[in-house]
C-alpha cells in the first residue's frame, strides 16, 4: 500500500510524464512546423514567457528554445555550424555578427525586410542598425541593445563642485582629481577594470580612432587619435585617480560604489538592476546615469553600439516560420515586455516611447547614449584583436611596458592576427 508521500510523488510523476508525452506529440503533430532557438543566459528561460502568444497567433508553429550559458554560446555556435546542426534561429552577440557573416551561416534579410512594415529600419537606433549590416547585407535583426555609460554619485560630485556630470575629458579629469582631494587619500574618483578592452576602445573612437587600417588589413593603434586616447587613458591611472585593478581584483563594485570609495563607473544597462537591488534605499536618490563625455565639442562622447541581435541560419528548412519569430521578438510592444522581463534595453525607438521607459530617469542616459554609437571593426577576428588591446593596456597602466612599447607591440600582434585576413583580401582581388 503506498503511504500518502508516495502517492502524492506517483500522481506527480504521472502528470509529468502525460505532459512531457503531449508536448512530444505535439511537436510531430502533422502541419506543425517547429523551430529551434537557441538564447543565450537568463535571455534564454526569460523569453519564454512571450512565447505562448506567438504560438497562440501562429498555431500552425511551435518553438522549442534551448537555454544556453553566455560562456559556452560562441564556441556552441561554431560546433553547430561545423556540424550543420545550426538552429533555425538564434541569438548572437553583436561582436559576433561578421564572423558567422564571413562563415556564411546568416541568411540575408534585406528581402524579407522590405517585404515587412513591421520592422521599419528607422526605427531602429542607427548604429546598433548598422552593426548587423556586413558588406552593405543586412544579417540580423537587432534584438536589444547596450552600450555604456557613466555611472556616478552625485552628492560626491556636488561636494567636488559639480552639479552636473562632466561633458568633456578635460572637465571629467579636471573634476576627478577633486574628488580624490576631497577623499584625502581613502578615495579614487572611477573605477576602471584594466583588463577590459572597451574603455580604450571607446576613448579611441571618440578621437576619432578606425582602430585598424587599409579595411581592417592592419592595426592602427599607434594612429595619432588612438595613441591621444591611450594618453589619456593611461592619465587617469597615473595621477591616482582609478585603481590599478584588473575586474577579478575588485572584491564587490556595490559595496565600494557605496561606500563612496569610487564616484564613477562605466557600466551598461545590465547594472541598473544590479544598483537598485544591491545598493542601500538611502542612496539610491544619490546616484545617477550620464551618457559618456567627449573629447571637446558634441556631447556625449560616442560609445560602443552594443547588444544582441537576431540571426535566421541560412541553412534552416523553416525559414518563414523562423522570420515570423524574429519579426514577433522584435517589434515594440514584445521590446517592451522583454524589458520588464530582463532589464534589456529594446533596440526599437518606438517602444522607448512606453512610460516604463521614457519616465525613468536613470534609463534616460542610456536613450542619448544610444544615438551617439560607434560600431567596432567589422572583421571575424575582432575577439582577437579585443584580447590584444585588453592585454597591452594592462601591461601599460602596470608600467611593465611604456605607452610607445604598448602600441607598437599591439599593432604587431594584431597584424599576425590579420595575416590570414590580408592573404584572402588580396587572393579575391587578384592581386
Not at 512546423?33 to 497562440?56: H, I, P
Not at 522590405?114 to 546598433?128: C, S
Not at 585603481?243 to 564616484?263: D, M
Request: aromatic share 10%.
Amino acid at each position: 500500500m503506498l503511504t500518502p508521500a508516495l502517492s502524492k510523488l506517483a500522481s506527480a510523476l504521472c502528470i509529468l510524464l502525460t505532459a512531457t508525452l503531449q508536448v512530444a506529440c505535439r511537436s510531430n503533430e502533422p502541419g506543425l512546423t517547429e523551430v529551434e532557438f537557441w538564447a543565450m543566459g537568463q535571455e534564454g528561460e526569460r523569453v519564454k514567457a512571450l512565447l505562448s502568444e506567438f504560438e497562440r497567433r501562429h498555431p500552425e508553429i511551435r518553438v522549442k528554445v534551448q537555454q544556453i550559458p553566455w560562456s559556452a554560446a560562441h564556441e556552441k555556435l561554431l560546433t553547430a555550424y561545423a556540424g550543420e546542426a545550426m538552429p533555425d534561429v538564434f541569438q548572437l552577440g553583436n561582436t559576433w555578427i561578421p564572423e558567422f557573416a564571413a562563415l556564411h551561416a546568416l541568411e540575408a534579410l534585406d528581402a524579407r525586410l522590405a517585404r515587412t512594415r513591421d520592422l521599419n529600419r528607422e526605427d531602429f537606433f542607427a548604429g546598433i542598425y548598422a552593426a548587423n549590416r556586413i558588406d552593405e547585407i543586412t544579417r540580423s535583426v537587432p534584438w536589444y541593445v547596450d552600450t555604456r555609460v557613466l555611472f556616478y554619485r552625485k552628492d560626491i560630485l556636488a561636494e567636488a563642485g559639480y552639479p552636473e556630470p562632466p561633458a568633456d575629458w578635460r572637465t571629467w579629469i579636471v573634476a576627478m582629481e577633486r574628488i580624490c582631494k576631497l577623499g584625502g587619500g581613502t578615495r579614487y574618483a572611477m573605477l576602471l577594470p584594466m583588463n577590459e578592452w572597451q574603455i580604450p576602445a571607446i576613448l579611441g573612437l571618440q578621437a576619432g580612432a578606425s582602430l585598424l587600417r587599409e579595411g581592417g588589413r592592419y592595426g592602427d593603434f599607434r594612429n595619432a587619435d588612438f595613441r591621444r586616447a591611450f594618453s589619456f587613458y593611461l592619465d587617469i591611472f597615473r595621477r591616482g585617480l582609478a585603481p590599478a585593478v584588473a575586474e577579478a581584483q575588485i572584491a564587490n563594485l556595490y559595496q565600494e560604489f557605496a561606500a563612496g570609495y569610487v564616484a564613477f563607473y562605466i557600466t551598461g544597462p545590465w547594472n541598473l538592476g544590479e544598483f537598485r537591488r544591491r545598493l542601500p534605499a538611502t542612496l539610491q536618490d544619490r546616484w545617477a546615469t550620464a551618457p559618456l563625455p567627449a573629447p571637446e565639442g558634441t556631447f556625449p562622447g560616442l560609445s560602443l553600439a552594443g547588444g544582441a541581435s537576431l540571426g535566421l541560419s541560412s541553412k534552416s528548412r523553416h525559414k518563414d516560420a523562423a522570420w515570423k519569430l524574429i519579426e514577433y521578438l522584435a517589434a515594440p510592444p514584445q521590446q517592451v515586455a522583454f524589458y520588464r522581463l530582463t532589464g534589456n534595453l529594446p533596440a526599437r525607438r518606438s517602444a522607448w516611447d512606453h512610460p516604463i521607459l521614457a519616465e525613468d530617469a536613470k534609463v534616460r542616459a542610456f536613450r542619448a547614449q544610444i544615438e551617439r554609437t560607434a560600431t567596432l571593426p567589422q572583421i571575424p577576428e575582432w575577439e582577437h584583436v579585443a584580447n590584444k588591446l585588453a592585454e597591452y593596456a594592462e601591461k601599460a597602466v602596470r608600467g611593465e611596458m611604456s605607452e610607445d612599447q604598448a602600441l607598437q607591440a599591439l599593432d604587431r600582434d594584431v597584424d599576425r592576427i590579420l595575416e590570414k585576413r590580408r592573404w584572402l583580401m588580396e587572393k579575391g582581388s587578384g592581386r
